[in-house]
């Protein structure tokens, strides 16, 4: 990290935070402490930081806030109200589903040729789970939404983190592989008999275009999705076809949400 | 999940988030209102409180990015002053460094929630900084904040 790189990621540093230092804040720290010639502009930032922070320091919740947030958790749906049900995220689910179905079918036949850096390595991981059965797996009952915790208990990884929408997945049993001595938790998932594999993206370069978008590919009689957030690289994968991926990654509830 | 669950350092932390990025306390308390209106039952489906969280400072930014901004005729008391002119900043800096003044986040899931890179979102947060110190100063007195 040169110098003004460190300046950037200074922008980061947030004092009293309830939250550890980022290593690349700290780092940054370091090295502008380190330069006098930027000493004056860390303590400016600093100090306008604390201004704000004081400024933001009266700024609370008022109470009125919390009643009506209990108030509108108490609130009984109304009976016969059918537009306040027709517009429940489920009900839109079952409406739009097969247009999503069809939709996403369209979309991953568009995309068949799709292709980004790190494929090869998404590929050897997938490979792990054609060529080796379960006995390497070590029993969970958990839900998935648990295991970025249990792994950080575990193995010390931090942020490996499952993506919201398989928060609810159990997790029967997990496996941590080392490929090119970087850590890949693979975990084995229900309903669904599908495996999650949770990764760095730096580590193995992977890198797309749309953060946060599917990238679907197929070995054999096995399909992955895989998907990038931040340095978060997050596979799942299963039995079956591209048609297979879509239709799965349709009934996710952000999928449905749109 | 039973948002009336989430502790008060978080609910402080998700109001001053909202203040900051709507300008104005009483919009915050309103869009808090309608931002759990919207996410409805599926928050309900999302049993980490962090998750939740998430769900819901996403909502509140689509909501921030969809309204249409009011200019300010009244002078502003410091945090009101304050709140005006962190309203009027640019995605993604606005939301990366209202979360990170709130303290909702660690830095590295702030750029995973808005699905760029640290990179990016550490320059998203230095120049969200530097334009937020062009329009307010602490130090000095606080006229209305006119639209850009």
């Known amino acids: ?111 068949r040729a799709d292709s980004f850096p790190g494929l090869d390595a998404a590929q050897e991981m997938l490979s792990v789970a054609q060529n080796a059965d379960n006995s390497g797996l070590e029993p969970v009952d958990k839900s998935a939404g648990e295991m970025g915790d249990w792994l950080f208990l575990k193995y010390g990884l931090e942020n490996f983190m499952i993506p919201v929408d398989f928060a609810n997945f159990k997790a029967v049993g997990c496996r941590l592989l080392k490929q090119d001595g970087h850590p890949v938790a693979l975990i084995a998932a229900e309903p669904g008999d599908v495996l999650f594999y949770v990764f760095r993206a730096g580590d193995f370069g992977v890198t797309v275009k749309t953060p946060g978008q599917w990238h679907v590919f197929v070995q054999d009689d096995w399909v992955a999705a895989l998907r990038v957030d931040g340095d978060n690289g997050f596979m799942v994968a299963k039995q079956g076809d591209e048609d297979a991926m879509a239709a799965f990654l349709a009934k996710l509830p952000s999928a449905q949400a749109k | 999940m039973q948002t009336t669950d989430l502790s008060t350092e978080t609910l402080n932390g998700l109001y001053r988030f909202a203040t900051l990025l709507f300008g104005r306390r009483e919009s915050a308390t309103e869009a808090i209102l309608s931002a759990l209106r919207q996410c409805g039952t599926q928050l309900e489906q999302i049993r980490r409180e962090k998750h939740s969280l998430a769900f819901l400072v996403r909502t509140l930014r689509d909501l921030r990015i969809k309204m249409v901004e009011e200019p300010s005729t009244t002078p502003l008391e410091p945090t009101e002053a304050l709140a005006a002119a962190f309203s009027q900043l640019v995605e993604p800096g606005r939301t990366a460094l209202a979360l990170l003044y709130a303290d909702l986040f660690p830095f590295a899931e702030i750029a995973s929630l808005l699905h760029i890179s640290v990179d990016e979102v550490a320059e998203a947060l230095d120049g969200a900084r530097h334009a937020l110190a062009a329009k307010w100063n602490p130090g000095e007195p606080t006229p209305p904040i006119s639209q850009p």
């Open chain 1, 1 to 111: 990290m040169n110098a003004k790189a460190a300046q950037i990621f200074l922008a980061a540093r947030r004092e009293n935070s309830r939250w550890p230092v980022d290593p690349r804040v700290e780092k940054a720290i370091k090295i502008v402490e380190s330069k006098p010639e930027l000493a004056s502009y860390s303590a400016k930032w600093q100090q306008f930081d604390h201004a704000v922070l004081a400024a933001l320091e009266p700024v609370t919740a008022p109470e009125s806030l919390q009643t009506a947030i209990a108030t509108l958790q108490a609130l009984p749906p109304q009976k016969g109200d059918w537009k306040r049900y027709a517009f429940q995220p489920a009900i839109l689910g079952v409406i739009f589903g097969v247009l999503l179905i069809c939709g996403f079918g369209v979309y991953f036949w568009m995309n």
